[in-house]
Every structure is written in structure tokens, then in C-alpha cells.
């Protein structure tokens, strides 16, 4: 498979390679040179008359990674992360696995429904979580009508508002990539498996499981980088209580206006989630080997 | 006669409001080599699925032995299935796919590893246990498929078209070996193909079935000499159909009536039929003989060639008799048949020929 892949690039050639130009232009324009940007803002010093001179130093990074403050940022921001694409993975692959699997006529509106949250704007849908999980929201509402609780609970601005918003929002990016490596297996390698005396849980865990690995990795890699760098939802859901990386730089680039230390905590932050898809390419070529 | 050990007994499968196959009654016998023929469509593949355990049918029983193994999951009947596709695990090494099915079974390790070796060795594919299959050819990977199949020491082999996949000269190759194979280890087996040659040359019985049901069962002679019906008379090789009426029946041998003139004297054995009853003379290319000159007796027919095709080893003709019939004929390529062309005239002698039932139901 890996070897016919191979060719048909190949077969593309030097014209193949032309259409590619646009894109390759856009990148320059929007990803490599904003990066190369903060890259070196980032060592620059800090002034609050000029907002920065081109002095190098390293005081920037020695501040995020020193003080207390920013260093639980980065933990948060890495542990909602992974919590969030977990939770991805625990609700979407079931999904996935029925939309893949299922002959239902069902099959279609599931599709839709799958997308449809990524028609309204994140804004939208996390207002719409406010609205739940808010202290006079709907469900405070119904469980103090029930008894259930004498005051409000606190769940909006919490670690748990933003991570219930993040997985409802992020689900989408998590299930096309596992439907599209689970719809695309040979139904007969669990056939086979099955005459040659392997249970359900047994085929699932040696033929399905394994051969839908370039999908969780897949969605794995989107969920976390989408997670690490979102700014609205953590802010509207989790506001000043539950920090994150990318709010942080959002303040310190647009009302503190410390562009040097922005840059230093954008830089953290691509860092973080290079090494991500760093993982996943290399888990994806010695797969190919 | 050897014992039946596989019986399916008037299995129905529907999906959804059409109907896929059924009812189909099979038996396979101990040892035996058994050919499901048929084509596209006809419900082989579902077939050989009801035997695995793939599909549970909607009626009928399928019986193993002396058990009824209608309702048991596929993981514990014991059949090992060749697919089509040969359907190996990309993502495991030959030796992880050959050993599969004894580590389902808690086989030790130090045993797996002689199995798999020794079922390697049998398949003629020594040596590649640390390859996986996208690594292989084609050939190779239908014979990981097979000793796959095999290790599990199924009571019954399944073959669904394993060797449609392979080039001509492979699958003739792989046919051979298959068949070696099989009767070395004296393993029941069904094979699935539409090829009707490869079911010819590797079966000891062929059952042939057409839109979910069971058109004719028998031997490759039997149903080359004495096809059932129409359908079996032109899915099997190449054959003449000439429409008649029964004029008179005398035990298996039938007089027949045919709207070109000619009155026939044809086999018809265990059919019963009685005069007046619609049939078809049947006639295959090769039993009919081209002389120049009108001969002695037999039913003989002065005719003229329209076409000669020629393909080395044979030459198939088309004669035109002069009640404008059409008939194939087939001729081995020696000098006084080469020498025919198109124009000439001959005498077309039916050396015999068979009556089955025309019920208007035969269309293929």
C-alpha cells in the first residue's frame, strides 16, 4: 500500500509538484513568517515606552518558566489537553465505529449531526454551554427543583466547563478521522478473524483496534494542538479562574502589551504542539517501515 | 460411498425483501472435493457464509456431523475460509497471521512455532514468517491465506474463488497444487468459482446453482453429458439447443420432433418424459462428425460452412443446414478439417445427443 502511495506522488512529478505553489505561498505568508516573528520577539527585551528593543535576552523565558504563575498555565493547558482528547476518543470512537459499521438508513443523519456543530460558530456554541451549566442555568435549575442541591453548583469556571465544552466542540475533528480508518477496513479481516476462532472482543482488540491506529492518531494530534491553542471557549467558559496559554497570550499581546513575553509564551506553546505532531508522524512512518 | 459430514438442508437466506439464496440442500462428503459453480450473483459466496457461520440463515438447518451447528458463532465451528481477497492482517507478520488461529485456541508457543513452520513448508512457502503480507506477491499471499486456513486443522476447507485473483498462468499452477494438496491431507472441501474449467479440473463433484438455487448436482462428466437444464446445458461449455417436441419414448431413449426437419433419437436418462412433452435436443460441438459424403445411417444433415474459427489445438466451425439451422462444431486441427473453408459443403452426422425438459423457465 505505502509503496503505491509512493508512486502516484512520484507519477505527479515536477508539474504535480507546481500546484502546490499557492498553498506553499500561503504558508510562507500566514504560519512561517508570523513564527519567525515571535521566534526572535521572543528574545527581545521588554520596554514599556517602546514596547521593545532588539536587545537579546533570555529574561522572558527565564519569567514564564521561573514564576509559579505561568509555569501552572502550561501544566493546565497540557492537562486539559490530554483530558480533552481522551474524552474525544471515549465518545468518539464508539460514534465512529457505529457510523462506520452500521447499514442503517440512520446513517446519514448521524453523519449530519456529527457536523452539524461545526456549522454554528464556537461562540455560539460555548454560549450555549454558558447557558447550561451557568449558576442560574439549566442545570442548577432542575437539580435545586429536584432537591438535589441547596445552592448552585459551581461548574462554569471550571477545569470541568472548559473540558466539557472542549470535547462537545473538538468531537467533530476526532470522529472523521476514526470513521475514515474504520470505514476504511476490509470487512473480511474481522470475517477472518472470526472463522479462525477469535470472539468479538478479541477481534476487536486485535484486528479493528490496531488497524484504526493511524485514525486515533490522527484525530489525537488535531484534538490536542486545537485544544492547546483555543482561546474563546477556555475564556468564556473557564474565565479568570481556569488559565490557559492561549488567553494568556491574547492579553499579553492586546491589553498589556508585552510583546516579548507573548512571544516567549506563543513559542512554548508551538513547542508544545510540534512535539505532538512530532510523535504522531514518527508513530505513523514506523507503522509505514 | 464416503459419509457425509457436512449437510445444509433447505437453507433460505433472504436480505431484506429479495431473496438470496435458498432453498439450497447440499451435502459434502468425507475427503471429498466440492464445487459450488455459478455465476455472479447466484449466491455462492452467501452459501459458503451460512456454512461458516458468517450468515445464519433465515430457515433451513446446517448440520455437522451429527449436530445441528445452524446457530454457532463462526469463532467455534471449526472451518478454516480462504477469501477471495485472501483478507490477511496488514498489520501482522506472516508467521502473527498463520498463528493466529492457535493462539485463539491457547495452543503453546513452542507448538505454534513448529505448526506454523511445518503448515508453511507444506504450503511451499518457506522462510518468509517475518515479512507481512503487503511484502508479498499475490501468489504468495494466497498461500499464506491457505496455510492459515489450515493450521487450524479445520474439519471443513472453504474456498471462496482463492484463485481469481492470480494471473493465468499461477492460477492453473495454484489449481494443481491445491487439489495435491487437498488430497494429501484427505480434507472435505467446498470451493466457490464461477470459472466452470477450474471447477471441472480440480472437483469430484460439482453442484451448480443459479439465482439462489441448486440447478444440478453431480459429477463434471455428469453434468457435462447430462445437463438437467437448459441453464446447465450453456453455463457448462459450449452447446447446440434445438427445440423439438417428444414424438415417442421408449425407456431412457426418446424420439424427437424438431421444427428444422430432422427427427432425433435422443438420450434422455431418469427423466420420464412422454410423448408430446416439450424438450430441447442438446448436442455438444464436439460429438458431431463432418464427412464429405452422405453416410450410411444416423441422422445426418447436408449442410454448408458459414464460419471457421480457428485456435490452434482446435477449430470451431458454424455450419448452416439446409433448414437453416445454426450448429457448432468443433474439430480437432488436423489436416482434413484445416482444409475446410467457409462455402464448403459437408455432411453434419449427429453421433448422439441428449432430451432435457424445456419448461420455459430456463432462460439463463
Known sequence: MATERREVVEAGGRSGRLWLAPIALLYLIALIAPISFFLVMSVFRYSALELWVPTVTGENFARLLGDAYHRAIIVRTLKIALLTTIGCLALGYPLAWYLARTASAWRGLLMFLVIAPLMTGVIVRTYGWIVLLGSEGTINTILRGLGLVDRPLKILHTELAVLIALVHILLPYMVFPLFAALAGQDPDLERAAHTLGAGRARTFLEVTLPLSRPGILMGSALVFTLTAGAVVTPALMGGKDVRMLGQTIYELTMSTLNWPLASAVAFVLVLCQFAILLVYFRSGRRRAA | ?364
Open chain 2, 1 to 364: 460411498m464416503a459419509k457425509t459430514i457436512l449437510e445444509l438442508q433447505g437453507v433460505v437466506k433472504r436480505y431484506g425483501a429479495t431473496l438470496g439464496v435458498g432453498p439450497v440442500d447440499v451435502d459434502v462428503r468425507e475427503g471429498e472435493f466440492l464445487t459450488l459453480l455459478g455465476p455472479s450473483g447466484c449466491g455462492k459466496t452467501t452459501t459458503l457464509h451460512v456454512v461458516a457461520g458468517l450468515l445464519f440463515p433465515d430457515q433451513g438447518r446446517v448440520v455437522l456431523g451429527a449436530r445441528d451447528i445452524t446457530r454457532l458463532d463462526p469463532q467455534n465451528r471449526d472451518m478454516g475460509l480462504v477469501f477471495q481477497n485472501y483478507a490477511l492482517f496488514p498489520h501482522k507478520t506472516v508467521f502473527d497471521n498463520v498463528a493466529f488461529g492457535l493462539r485463539m485456541r491457547r495452543t503453546p508457543r513452542a507448538e505454534i512455532a513448529g505448526r506454523v513452520r511445518r503448515v508453511l513448508d507444506m504450503v511451499g512457502l518457506p522462510g518468509v514468517e517475518a515479512r507481512l503480507p503487503g511484502q508479498l506477491s499475490g501468489g504468495q499471499r494466497q498461500r499464506v491465506a491457505l496455510a492459515r486456513a489450515l493450521v487450524i486443522e479445520p474439519t471443513v476447507l472453504l474456498l471462496d474463488e482463492p484463485l481469481s485473483n492470480l494471473d493465468a498462468v499461477l492460477r492453473k499452477r495454484m489449481r494443481l497444487d491445491l487439489r495435491e494438496l487437498q488430497q494429501h491431507l484427505g480434507i472435505a472441501t467446498i470451493f466457490v468459482t464461477h470459472d466452470q474449467d477450474e471447477a471441472f479440473e480440480i472437483s469430484d463433484r460439482v453442484v451448480l446453482l443459479n439465482r439462489g438455487r441448486v440447478e444440478q448436482v453431480g459429477t463434471p462428466e455428469e453434468l457435462y453429458d447430462d445437463p438437467a437444464t437448459r441453464f446447465a446445458a450453456e453455463f457448462i461449455g459450449e452447446t447446440n439447443l434445438i427445440e423439438g417436441v417428444v414424438a415417442a419414448a421408449a425407456g431412457a431413449i426418446v424420439t424427437v420432433d424438431t421444427s428444422v426437419g430432422a427427427r432425433y433419437e435422443a438420450f434422455a436418462p431418469g427423466r420420464s418424459l412422454r410423448g408430446g412433452d416439450p424438450v430441447y435436443v442438446m448436442i455438444r460441438p464436439e460429438r458431431i462428425d463432418l464427412v464429405p459424403e452422405r453416410p450410411a445411417g444416423g441422422v445426418a444433415m447436408p449442410a454448408t460452412v458459414s464460419k471457421r474459427v480457428f485456435a490452434g489445438d482446435v477449430i470451431t466451425f458454424e455450419l448452416r443446414t439446409e433448414h437453416g439451422l445454426l450448429l457448432r462444431c468443433s474439430k480437432p486441427s488436423v489436416a482434413e478439417y484445416r482444409a475446410l473453408a467457409p462455402g464448403a459443403p459437408v455432411w453434419a452426422v449427429v453421433r448422439d445427443c441428449r432430451a432435457l425438459p424445456r419448461d420455459g423457465d430456463g432462460e439463463a
